[in-house]
């Protein structure tokens, strides 16, 4: 866990005032913990798991408007981890495995409901979050005739593009890590 100054943030997103600007106090102080919890696999080739991790909050002392600072796999407003989502959509566009081979590999849950039986829905909406330019933002855009599957197929390779060495892994591992190091 690093400490409260190694994460402090430069600045404000609500009023912009800088954390701790020359000559003057502390403008955003630490306000305590809270865990996110977070699913999807640890690593490449790891089952799927619920976990949670750590995260550091702060409040502006002008605007009071608190944040929270997280680990890059962390995505905003999104249960499955980053690492999680690229490995879905790099398994659905370029592995071509089906939507309810995708869920049993990333997702921990081993209850579901009649629909996911043959499909899973987490995957479309993450294609079209790709799509809107909401989810991985640096991918390019794509043509409107593009499928689900092939807006994965783009993700997962640009995702997949920032992994670190080795450039000889499989697709699907170098998305995992990529995830973390694109954003």
């Given amino acids: 866990m690093p400490s409260p100054e190694d994460v402090r943030p430069k600045q404000c997103p609500a009023c912009g005032v800088a954390s701790r600007p020359a000559g003057a106090s502390l403008r955003l ?5 809270r865990e996110r919890w977070i699913l999807g696999p640890a690593s490449a080739e790891g089952a799927p798991e619920e976990r949670t991790a ?3 909050r702060y409040v502006c002392v002008v605007c009071a408007a608190v944040m929270l600072v997280v680990p890059r796999a962390i995505l905003p407003r999104r ?4 690492s999680a989502i690229a490995l879905a959509l790099a398994l659905y566009g370029i592995v ?3 939507p309810a081979q995708v869920r049993r590999r990333v997702s921990p849950f081993e209850v579901i409901g009649y629909r996911a039986v043959s499909g899973w829905v987490t995957l479309g909406r993450w294609a079209n979050a790709v799509r809107a330019g909401a989810l991985f933002a640096e ?3 794509c043509p409107a005739s593009f499928t689900p599957r092939q807006v994965a197929e783009r993700a997962a ?3 997949g593009s920032r ?4 450039m000889d892994a499989p697709l699907t591992v170098r998305a995992f890590y990529g995830a973390t190091h694109a954003w």
């Fill in 157 to 159: 390779t640009t995702v």
């Fill in 96 to 98: 071509r495995a089906s």
């Fill in 139 to 141: 991918v390019r855009a």
């Fill in 79 to 82: 249960r499955y981890s980053a």
């Fill in 163 to 166: 992994a670190p060495p080795p």
């Fill in 54 to 56: 750590p995260c550091r």
């Fill in 29 to 33: 102080h630490g306000h305590g913990l």
